[in-house]
């Protein structure tokens, strides 16, 4: 049997509902054993009939077992109602916890996992685990406990007519946990399915304008009909296993009936049993039918239950490779920036065991004064963008330190760190939210919004939108250029009024004349700030303080611009390739261009 320890990591969640657990669980035995005693109480009524008791007694027996199956369809409500109850609020528990671990897990983790499997997992491995935190729990005991009772009274009866009628009576758990796992692998291949299915439609709807504008519309309606006679045959197989559970249970049911006639009645006419107790252990037998097809099914809800928790599991026990300090130190207060300092730093991605480690960046060593701003170029995949993580911790390097005011950010509480800072990522992520809330995103300071969308030359574009501020960005509202996400990605930043503030690229989609505008605005909200500008074009950071040239993860030039000119090296030769392909882009020569990559 596979393994259910997994499941042993859900017992903290059961804590805050324990009394409930406890309350339904003993619910789940009264509710059993009350029903198992109508069929004595039947069995006393028949025999009472053939010896001619008065009339009253049957009446009361009568009156008996009403009131036992109405105590015992009380209690099996309130078992339900608890049981049910409690496994919810720990799915929603758990749940959260889910959400609380993934907002902390590394940014690598992402990288290795799919949207969709993450989505996976939190929605049909919770409702796995949420089954056999509750209902399997509930079932289980309910079959031991009717089991039990029915068996007791069964071997009361007859010990010999039992063991005859187990015979084929046993085998239903087996065809029970055979079904259901057949039942099992044929639904999770029509959940799969099911995934590729939405995928398409949503790939579809999505892309909707390059489906029509490539022409592909027939195309794409039959790989969609194709996917979905797909999964209509799946559910077909699924609903052909359902077909065959029901009559194959009531077979072997049936055989241990047949045999209960047979050898029962045999006892009844030798006069071993009564009437009333013949009838009665037929009760039984059937009242036991149903609690050993679910001992199989119950067994499978557990073996799912486990197999989505350990899922789950690799979710929750992922742990942020960063740390944060025992004793975090503060920052003193700074009014004209901060400065940077990298020393000997090199980082390299997490690698697979085996594989030798690529460097991305090797012997950094650069320092940046407060308030001056370095400028950090380079050809694409020279680590530009890796350098910039590092400063907010998104990743830690391997080899050498980081320094701010001369305290190793390794030392600072991460969120003391990151409140300093405001990050242009080259990849601008806006919400599916008002370019308002976007904009104040973290801060929540209106006024400080508008003003850096001031500063990011936003504010024009923005007063156009028919809501202003509160108009609506993403899938229901609009969608922005990607020089108009930058800039919003900038501004951004900037509302929260950071000491250091980080453009990673940021404005690489907008125009080299826009790009000029916005920099010149930026000097004077960069004054009193550090500032790391990274880009690959060198008109973006020709006034910077300081600049490094970053070739293949090493610096390979450094200094201002002028000597970096003077010198002829490999700045100079960016600068020269970037003027001599903007001029003829000017020179409205774009195709030569474009056939000289
Ligand atoms: N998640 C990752 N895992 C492994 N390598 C990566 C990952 N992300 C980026 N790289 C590699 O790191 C190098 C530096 O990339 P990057 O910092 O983005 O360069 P730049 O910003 O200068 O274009 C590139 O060779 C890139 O392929
Ligand atoms: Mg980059």
């Given at each position: ?8 990591r ?22 059993a054993?009350?029903s ?16 001619g ?6 009446w ?26 409690v ?32 989505m ?10 949420r ?6 729990i509930?079932y289980?005991?309910?079959?031991i ?44 291949a ?9 995928t398409l ?7 909707v ?6 022409r592909?519309?027939?195309a ?31 077979i ?5 009936m ?20 013949f ?14 097809i679910a ?9 799912r ?6 899922r ?30 990298f020393?000997?730093?090199?980082f390299?991605?997490?690698t ?10 090797r ?10 701003t ?43 760190l ?50 202003g ?39 690489s ?10 920099l010149r ?27 490094i ?49």
């Open positions: 049997m596979p393994t259910l320890r997994s499941l042993r859900l017992l903290p969640y059961y804590r805050p509902y324990r009394r409930s657990v406890a309350f339904g669980l003993v619910l789940v035995i009264f509710a054993a009350f198992s005693v109508v069929p004595w109480l039947l069995q006393r009524a028949l025999d009472g009939i053939r010896a008791a008065p009339l009253r007694s049957i009361l027996l009568g009156g008996a077992m009403i009131g036992v199956t109405l105590v015992g369809g009380v209690g099996r409500f309130l078992m339900r109602q608890l049981l049910n109850s496994s919810r609020w720990m799915e929603y528990d758990l749940r959260n916890d889910l959400f609380a671990h993934l907002e902390k897990v590394d940014p690598i983790y992402y990288a290795r996992m799919r949207t969709g499997d993450l996976a997992r939190l929605t049909n491995d919770l409702s796995a685990v089954m056999a935190a509750g209902p399997a509930m289980l005991t309910n079959t406990a009717g089991g039990a009772f029915a068996l007791g009274f069964m071997l009361h009866i007859s010990a010999r007519l039992t063991l005859i009628a187990a015979v084929p009576m046993a085998i239903l758990p087996m065809i029970g946990l055979m079904l259901g796992r057949h039942i099992h692998a044929r639904f999770e029509v959940q799969a399915h099911f995934s590729d299915l939405t439609a949503q790939e579809n709807l999505a892309g304008r390059i489906v029509r504008a490539f592909q519309e027939h794409e309606m039959e790989r969609f009909a194709a996917l979905n006679e797909g999964y209509l045959v799946k559910n077909m197989r699924l609903a052909h296993m359902y077909g065959i559970m029901q009559p194959g249970f009531s072997f049911a049936g055989l241990g047949v045999a209960v006639v047979g050898f029962g009645g045999i006892l009844v006419l030798n006069g071993t049993i009564s009437i009333g107790a009838v009665a252990f037929g009760m039984y037998l059937a009242m036991l039918t149903w609690p050993l001992l199989g099914w119950v067994i499978n809800l557990f073996q239950g486990a197999a989505s928790m350990t789950l599991l690799d979710i929750l026990d992922a742990k942020p490779a960063l740390s944060e300090p025992a004793a975090p130190r503060t920052l003193p207060a700074a009014a004209t920036g901060r400065s940077i300092e020393r000997n730093v090199g390299h991605y997490p697979e065991q085996g594989q030798p480690t690529r460097w991305v960046l012997d950094i060593s650069f320092s940046a004064p407060a308030g001056a370095i400028g950090v170029v380079g050809a694409t995949g020279s680590g530009k963008s890796a350098l910039m993580d590092l400063v907010p911790r998104l990743f830690d390097p391997q080899e050498g330190k980081i320094l701010i005011d001369g305290i190793d950010i390794r030392e600072l509480s991460i969120g003391d990151r409140r300093q800072i405001g990050y242009v990522p080259q990849e601008s992520f806006l919400f599916s939210d008002t370019i308002g809330s976007n904009l104040t995103y973290g801060t929540e300071d209106e006024p400080a919004g508008r003003w850096a969308a001031g500063v990011a030359q936003l504010d024009e574009t923005i007063d156009a939108f028919p809501g501020y509160e108009t609506l960005l993403g899938e229901r509202g609009i969608n922005l250029s990607g020089g108009q996400k930058q800039r919003a990605a900038l501004a951004r930043a900037l509302a929260r009024k950071p000491s250091i503030v980080l453009l990673d690229d940021a404005l989609a907008v125009d080299t004349h826009t790009e000029a505008e916005i605005s930026l000097r004077e909200t960069l004054a009193g700030r550090t500032a790391l500008i990274a880009s690959h074009r060198v008109s973006a950071i020709r006034d910077a303080t300081w600049i040239v970053l070739d293949e993860g090493r610096i390979v030039e450094q200094g201002r611009h002028g000597e970096l000119l003077a010198a002829g090296g490999r700045y100079w030769s960016l600068l020269n390739r970037q003027q001599l392909e903007e001029s003829i882009e000017s020179d409205g020569a774009g195709e030569l261009a474009a056939a000289s990559d």
